[in-house]
């Protein structure tokens, strides 16, 4: 079964840009208001029982507000009078605004207060460029002389200021049924992934939301709430964070701390968890959003830049196949050198998003394919010995509808590798799609000269403010009783993590477990599928970036930093592969957290995310 979030974008495509473009509304009827074909037939109304009433168009069935239906910018020249008047004449004892309409005007100075007294009641008039009144039944909202009251006594249902809206790639507004909005407020109520039942017993997995809002006034405080709701017994994520926003989609800022409230509370066996944001936003529109943002149109704009300077034929990108829901291409882009023969050089297998709003994972393959494509020295070294394989988006279909981590069919991709019980080096008829198309191309490849050696799955982990980037390597060391194998394994994989804190910050990664276990082999993780068929041959781990301070308290990570962490993974795997001698690394950047993470506290924290990665 799709969930109704996938079912909606499903219905979209391939309209789905514009459609996001006209989210807004633009009522039909709405724009002859404006051209003179109807006027006669509408008046200027408000919600005569709201303290911040705004002005908008009515024939007495349709409404049309100036924002969404009408923009600002068609009311050029028109003139907007509110004033008071006294309840026996028209004449006007206090002029609230007298508003001409120019491009500098913001839809917040229309407001007034439309709560009336005994001795004064709100009136409103609207003048034509020409100067004339605007036609229509009257020209003021409140008509006391012949007895009628022409505003609304109460704010309409449809009333939009603010609008929310998720209709864009990745967006999520929580349950829609649940959103609510009201005067510079906003709520929303976490979602499933999935409209399945089950979903309902895994209320960790309800962790992404992304919004935008429009019709949010600069003049005064906007309060956003995120709700969630579960059982006292099987309770959902409950770390705090750092939400971000944007002015434009693009460049985001950390909210202050002193922006957010969190609350919690317990009533019969239930617990109501909330995220409130108060904040006086400086533009009408503003994006909001748990973590960064990555869909799959960022990744394409990414690559065709990154493609303009590379040099000839050394990126490359081939279409695997397709996402079974949108249809959305699951793409393998490749980095090496051509020049030089394959047969001598070594495969680095790396996938992400496999989990759809683990957005991390992007940002290093931002960071990596940067570094590869560069001037460095050292990036050169690394394309003339090594060919990189990277599957930018494992899960388009959760990914473009805005799951936390499932795929179209509600699927944890990541637990899903599920090997031929007669042959592992295929997957069963079970597997999901996206799983099979990845697993065909690692088989293919593997028939080219050239063997793989290293294969990283990343991730991202919702954990506690200050928790740092960190592996899942397996096994242990043999003094802990494992063979030659699984400790060559487990010894593989300490050394490339050793080199990634070298590259980018000892004190920036996590310390790594004193033992990894052996729960992963009958399992259906990729790493499992490499472990199957390669033993130690593959050094295959997993990878989890974190969201909110992750070592840089009290800064914390973003975009760039990520990236770095890429570009470190780079350098790793020259190292890995004696391709390069570490030099002591001087000003690595220094973690201010003052929680201890020694090796054997940070055991319990793998089990935790192990058991919440299945």
């Not at 004033?83 to 120019?102: C, G, L, N, V």
């Not at 931002?366 to 050292?378: C, K, R, T, V």
Request: charged content about 25%.
């Amino acid at each position: 079964m799709l969930n109704m979030k996938t079912q909606n974008l499903l219905f979209l495509f391939p309209l789905f840009l514009a459609t996001a473009v006209n989210a807004e509304g633009n009522k039909e009827n709405c724009s002859t208001l404006i051209d003179g074909t109807s006027q006669g037939n509408w008046w200027i109304s408000f919600a005569s029982d709201m303290e911040h009433a705004l002005p908008y168009f009515t024939d007495g069935k349709e409404r049309c507000y100036i924002g969404r239906d009408i923009s600002l910018e068609s009311l050029e020249n028109f003139r907007f009078h509110a004033f008071k008047e006294t309840r026996d004449s028209s004449e006007s004892i206090e002029t609230i605004y007298d508003i001409t309409i120019d491009k500098n005007t913001q839809i917040e100075s229309l407001k007034f207060n439309a709560i009336y007294s005994a001795e004064k009641f709100p009136s409103l008039a609207v003048y034509l460029p020409s100067n004339e009144l605007f036609s229509g039944m009257s020209t003021q909202s409140i008509n006391w002389r012949e007895g009628r009251n022409l505003a609304d006594s109460e704010k309409p249902a449809d009333y939009p200021y603010p609008f929310m809206s998720d209709d864009f790639l990745s967006g999520n507004a929580g349950q829609h049924p649940r959103q609510k909005t009201d005067f510079q407020t906003a709520s929303i109520t976490l979602r499933n992934d999935g409209t399945e039942e089950s979903l309902n017993d895994i209320p960790k997995w309800r962790n992404w939301w992304y919004v935008s809002l429009s019709g949010v006034f600069i003049d005064s405080a906007f309060t956003f709430n995120i709700d969630d709701a579960y059982p006292l017994d099987n309770r959902g994520w409950e770390y705090d964070y750092t939400p971000i926003y944007s002015y434009d989609n693009k460049t985001w800022q950390r909210f202050e701390l002193d922006d957010l409230k969190e609350t919690v509370s317990e009533e019969a066996g239930s617990v109501t968890r909330t995220l409130q944001i108060t904040k006086k936003f400086t533009e009408n529109k503003v994006w909001l959003s748990r973590f960064y943002p990555y869909s799959t149109d960022d990744f394409d704009q990414f690559y065709a830049q990154l493609l303009q300077t590379a040099a000839q034929g050394t990126l490359t990108k081939e279409t695997l196949g397709y996402s079974p829901v949108l249809n959305k291409p699951i793409d393998l882009v490749t980095m090496t050198n051509p020049a030089l023969p394959e047969a001598d050089k070594k495969r680095v297998w790396i996938h992400t998003r496999t989990h759809s709003a683990e957005t991390g994972g992007s940002f290093l393959v931002e960071g990596l394919m940067n570094f590869l494509a560069s001037d460095d020295p050292n990036a050169k070294k690394a394309m003339d010995h090594l060919i990189f394989h990277i599957v930018p988006v494992h899960n388009p279909d959760g990914v473009n509808a805005g799951n936390y981590r499932l795929n179209g069919k509600s699927e944890n991709l990541e637990v899903l590798w599920l090997r031929d019980p007669n042959d592992p080096w295929y997957l069963s008829a079970e597997a999901p799609v996206e799983n099979q198309i990845l697993n065909t191309a690692m088989r293919n490849l593997t028939g080219k000269e050239g063997a793989f050696t290293l294969a990283l799955n990343l991730h991202s982990s919702q954990s506690e403010r200050e928790t740092r980037p960190f592996f899942f390597p397996h096994f242990g060391p043999s003094a802990l009783g494992y063979d030659t194998e699984e400790s060559a394994l487990w010894d593989d994989s300490i050394k490339f993590i050793d080199f990634v804190k070298h590259y980018y910050g000892e004190n920036l990664i996590e310390p790594s477990p004193t033992d990894g276990g052996r729960t992963f082999v009958p399992k259906g993780y990729p790493e499992s599928w490499w472990w199957a068929n390669f033993k130690n041959s593959v050094m295959a781990l997993t990878l989890e970036t974190t969201y909110d301070q992750a070592g840089f308290a009290p800064d914390y990570v973003n975009q760039e930093k990520y990236r770095a962490l890429g570009k470190s993974l780079g350098m790793a795997a020259l190292a890995y592969h004696d391709l390069l001698t570490p030099a002591r690394v001087s000003g690595t950047p220094k973690s201010r957290s003052k929680r201890s993470l020694d090796p054997v506290l940070f055991n319990s924290l793998i089990l935790d995310e192990a058991s919440s990665k299945e």
